[in-house]
């Protein structure tokens, strides 16, 4: 985890730590040290700050934590869990602003308690469902699909992780007809969220999908939701005040709620939607575990994924799904004492990476922390679907570019139609780690404009072409973070330009360029931006020195966006040290859902 050092700190940081000594009624430089640390930390993307490393440098060891920590207890300022204090102090060191604790203590106690329950179902109407849906296969392992489904059936909190193409939505689609049958035509109000809005039109698009020809009764065809929305409007979050319609006490009125790209979800809004939910209904929690974080505190997926380590299911539990799956299924070693191993599935084999597929490989070779055989495997040249290129220096750059770009967007500029240009504009996309610095995406943005002709100095930033990137939602105009869309001129009137977006039904929305929310140019885009997103082809270009964000997640959540071509540029050596470096961001949320409150994992 990264922590800032005393200069880094930020004046928010500065005037917390004031504040607290002044509460305490004293001037105390290891109370003021701590207190900033705590409050930088959840700006760095840590829910708390774990004080083994928050020593000074002149103190070390155990005897010197153990009296600092002693130290700390003693200030009224700082409470054990459960106490209403500014400060937190848990037993395995870990120091807490109040609410990020609240967070992380809610949820967990939230998730626990459905783990532990199971739902009562009509196992003969369920297993002529599965038969149905889930046709036997001969394969050397269970159909883990079936088993999810079976999961997410049987027990009010299911949690279905896996990499790209492991058809998580097309499981998930078959769950909820399965619920609507079980429902024998009661109403069975489901809710379909994301974390963001592009995240929501794509799980949209493959719900409608994975609908066509699916072996169900009319009737429960036409039941299955398509429409998506993001997890605040589902919450009915009021910006001006902050609050959220939906809590403990207005509970969300369905019977289950689907989340995808939950490794996009923070901790306070994940907190927030198991608060929403009524006891009855069932949380079904999709993502990729190995993807990145939240830009935001907490590693959420990661943690009740328990850093993705695989999990037996519980012996009892194992034989009711053995008996509705009609097979066996593997033990795969001791059950964990905690009960959420009986919610977790992890689908294992994708079906758009195939035996053959580089791209695959590579995944899988870089979520080992294999970075030696990944990179001799992206310089090989034998697979097709990848490339290496040696970073240029950054006066090269823009000469090095302006191939692949040309290549890359050449279709996109040569569409004119909006919906079309759209279609074309998605095969292809720049990411980078940083936005800023020779390699991030505002300097790359830049020279993709140049390179591509576009005439930026005329008529000021907006020009026919310009692809643009949403950066702030907007309700009532239907924008929302993440979107994309593409300056052309109207059709009506080519003398006036237009911004077009996909619409949720199919088709394009139609904007005034002035009128659009926060947004960007998308040339190039961030890693992180691009979570929840798809392309035919991705150029990930690296920066040229080491980076505390460019870790094993980044390179992967990078390399599985594309579909058929991946070419990385970057430097040998950062390559191998980022595969071999994971994401650590500190948090208690792993411990209190696997192990306890007391940290020692079970």
């Keep these: 985890m990264a922590y800032a050092h005393e200069d880094e700190l930020t004046e928010l940081d500065r005037h917390f730590a004031d504040f607290v000594c002044r509460l305490a009624g004293r001037g105390d430089s290891w109370l003021w040290r701590v207190a900033a640390l705590t409050s930088n930390a959840t700006g760095r993307g840590n829910v708390c700050l774990e004080l083994a490393t928050a020593l000074p440098p002149e103190s070390v060891g155990a005897a010197a934590l153990a009296g600092w920590i002693e130290h700390l207890r003693a200030v009224p300022l700082v409470g054990a869990p459960g106490e209403t204090t500014p400060l937190v102090l848990d037993a395995a060191g870990r120091l807490y602003l109040h609410r990020f604790w609240e967070y992380e203590a809610v949820l967990a106690a939230a998730l626990l308690a459905r783990s532990r329950q199971e739902c009562p179902v009509d196992e003969a109407l369920l297993g002529e469902g599965v038969r149905r849906l889930f046709p036997p296969v001969v394969a050397d392992e269970p159909d883990w699909q079936l088993v999810a489904a079976l999961t997410a059936l049987c027990r009010p909190l299911a949690v279905i992780s896996g990499g790209p193409g492991t058809g998580k939505t097309a499981t998930v689609v078959k769950v909820l007809a399965l619920l609507l049958e079980q429902a024998r035509g009661v109403s069975c109000s489901l809710a379909l969220a994301a974390p963001t809005g592009k995240a929501a ?37 009021h910006p001006p005040s902050g609050a959220f319609r939906h809590h403990r006490d207005n509970p969300l009125p369905y019977a289950a709620v689907v989340v995808d790209e939950a490794s996009m979800v923070d901790l306070p809004l994940m907190a927030r939607l ?19 974080a939240s830009v935001e505190a907490g590693a959420v ?20 799904l053995a008996r509705l799956a009609g097979s066996a299924l593997p033990a795969a070693g001791p059950a964990p004492e905690s009960p ?35 990179l001799a495997l992206l310089k090989a040249g034998g697979c097709g679907d990848l490339a290496w290129r040696e970073l240029p220096a950054a006066e090269e750059l823009e000469c090095q570019l302006r191939e692949p770009l040309v290549a890359g967007y050449d279709e996109f500029r040569a569409t004119a ?13 720049v990411l980078c780690a940083h936005r800023q610095g020779p390699y991030g995406v505002a300097t790359l943005n830049g020279l993709a404009e140049r390179l591509l002709g576009l005439p930026t100095g005329v008529g000021g930033e907006w020009y026919p072409g310009r692809p643009v990137l949403i950066t702030e939602n907007d309700y009532p105009r239907g924008l929302f973070n993440g979107d994309i869309g593409i300056v052309q001129a109207a059709p009506d009137d080519g003398q006036r330009l237009a911004a077009f977006f996909p619409a949720p039904a199919g088709g394009v929305t139609r904007h005034l360029p002035l009128r659009l929310p926060g947004h960007e140019t998308v040339f190039a885009m961030t890693v992180h931006k691009s979570q929840g ?22 390179i992967y959540t990078a390399v599985t966006r594309a579909r058929q071509r991946v070419e990385v540029w970057g430097r040998d050596e950062l390559f191998v040290a980022a595969v071999g470096t994971r994401i650590s961001r500190s948090s208690g949320l792993r411990d209190l859902l696997w192990a306890g409150p007391g940290g020692e994992e079970a």
């Design 201 to 237: 039109a794509r799980l949209a698009e493959a719900i409608r999908t994975a609908k066509q020809g699916l072996p169900v009764a009319p009737a429960i065809l036409e039941q299955l939701p398509e429409a998506v929305t993001t997890i605040h409007r589902l919450l009915a979050y």
């Design 274 to 292: 198991v608060e929403a939910l009524p006891p009855t209904a069932r949380l079904i929690l999709l993502g990729d575990k190995d993807q990145l």
């Design 301 to 320: 997926l990661g943690d009740i994924c328990d850093t993705g380590r695989l999990h037996a299911f519980s012996p009892s539990f194992r034989e009711r």
């Design 340 to 374: 959420l191993g009986d919610s977790l599935v992890v689908l294992r084999k994708s079906y758009r990476f195939g035996a053959e597929s580089g791209i695959g490989a590579l995944a899988r070779l870089i979520n080992e922390g294999r970075g030696e055989e990944a």
């Design 417 to 429: 139609e909006p919906l079309a240009a759209l279609a074309a504009f998605g095969r292809f996309r």
């Design 533 to 554: 997103s798809e392309f035919e082809r991705v150029l990930l270009i690296l920066p040229d020195r080491a980076s505390a964000i460019v870790t094993r997640e980044l």
